[in-house]
């Protein structure tokens, strides 16, 4: 690979280069400064393919680096180092995603050997892409006709206690089975579906097959709660709670084990619709969660005015949280919170083995959801999914 290294520091520079040509890594340009590191840029023959970059230093820093490289649409993978405070070095991660480039690692210093070897083999793998590049997106149209012809289905995530191990429910993801396109992703057709004042009847659509593949394991004696997420333009419709009262009264359906999810930032736009129609919800025993804690605006505001009866932490607070002080305490925090107030807890973003030993090692977290349990999965893989986890679970536990 063609690699090039940017630190201030003379030392760090050659021991980088030495590592990384013990690593099989020749290739290996080295620049005291981000000023220095563009011209070599602009100038390098061959394509840069990892740019290791030190994000305190005189003159230009690695956050004005990050920018630069955005706009000259730098599409090899981006490793950023510091030996500053790690919430800094998060922080420009977060940036330099936001910015869509690939951002390979934040190594705190010194970097180790294994570190790099970790790095050289992401940038290698071919699965790693920018986010949103070569992403279709629909119009608005075509998500319209999506809908009336029925090709959105649903598939499943599985969402486990974390004291018995039990699977207990599962969240409702769309999909849309593309007749041309094949299975596409909602991050291709959600935003035009709320652009365009297609989300209700979507949303609707979801919950209707949501509601009768939950009845459906019912009948075969698999009691599983459901949580579908909803969006503001449903909380600006009074007849909603009418229409999902309806719909599980034909259907059957057990209103207690229902939860509709919804995100703190979309309760911002329309407040006293948004607590009217909640409020007659959580009268109908529905369960009220509200989704992506800590992400969104006035978060204790919300827990205040509003009757949820269910937390749900962002897996951005989750994941790694047992290697990231920052992460660790808010998610500790979050968690106390809602045992205070009487809400069940729910951890998303369990990505690792680490990830659930490290709720488990807290045991105030109720319900578990991530990759590591389960990905989503159509409704017909998940009876087999329980009998494998059933397997699985025992070393969990042991």
């Known amino acids: 690979m063609n690699i ?4 201030d520091d003379a030392f760090v520079l050659k021991l980088l280069k030495l590592q990384l040509a013990n690593l099989g890594q020749p290739d290996v340009v080295t620049c005291e400064s981000a000023g220095e590191a563009l011209e070599a840029l602009a100038s390098v023959d061959r394509k840069v393919e ?3 970059c030190d994000i305190q230093m005189p003159g230009m820093d690695g956050v004005e680096l990050v920018r630069h490289l955005a706009k000259t649409h730098f599409s090899g993978g981006l490793v950023l180092m510091s030996g500053e405070d790690e919430r800094i070095l998060s922080t420009v991660q977060h940036l330099a995603e936001a910015h869509k480039l690939k951002v390979l690692g934040a190594l705190h210093k010194p970097v180790t050997p294994a570190q790099l070897r970790d790095i050289l083999q992401r940038q290698a793998s071919p699965a790693l892409k920018p986010r949103g590049q070569d992403r279709k997106v629909y119009s608005a149209e075509e998500v319209a006709i999506a809908i009336e012809n029925g090709e959105l289905i649903n598939y499943y995530q599985p969402k486990v206690s974390m004291r018995s191990s039990d699977v207990v429910g599962v969240e409702a993801l769309v ?18 579906a709320e652009q365009y004042g297609l989300i209700d009847d979507l949303t609707r659509r ?3 097959n949501a509601l009768r593949q939950c009845r459906g394991w019912h009948a075969n004696k698999l009691r599983l709660s459901v949580a579908v997420n909803i969006s503001m333009s449903n909380l600006v419709s009074l007849d909603f709670p009418d229409f999902i009262v309806e719909a599980a009264k034909r259907l059957e359906f057990d209103l207690s084990l229902l939860i509709l999810e919804v995100t703190e930032s979309q309760l911002m736009r329309n407040p006293l619709t948004a607590l009217d129609i909640l409020t007659r ?5 529905i369960t009220l969660s509200i989704d992506d804690f800590g992400t969104g605006h006035s978060s204790l505001t919300q827990l205040r ?16 949280a047992s290697d990231n002080a920052s ?13 205070r107030l009487g809400m069940k807890s729910v951890a998303e973003g369990v990505e690792n083995l680490a990830d659930w030993h490290f709720l488990s090692s807290l045991a105030c977290c109720d319900v578990a ?19 494998e986890w059933q397997v699985r679970r025992t070393g969990l536990t042991e």
């Open 206 to 208: 979801v919950l209707l």
């Open 4 to 7: 090039l290294v940017i630190d």
């Open 327 to 339: 992460r660790r305490a808010i998610l500790e925090a979050s968690l106390d919170l809602a045992r």
């Open 369 to 387: 959801q991530g990759y590591f349990i389960a990905k989503p999965m159509p409704a017909s893989a998940l009876p087999s999914w329980i009998q």
């Open 305 to 320: 005015d509003i009757p949820f009866n269910e937390l749900k932490v962002d897996s951005g607070f989750v994941h790694n």
């Open 175 to 192: 999909r849309w089975q593309h007749p041309r396109d094949g299975l596409v992703f909602p991050d291709q057709f959600i935003a035009t």
């Open 281 to 285: 919800l959580r009268l109908k025993n």
């Open 50 to 52: 990892i740019v290791f």
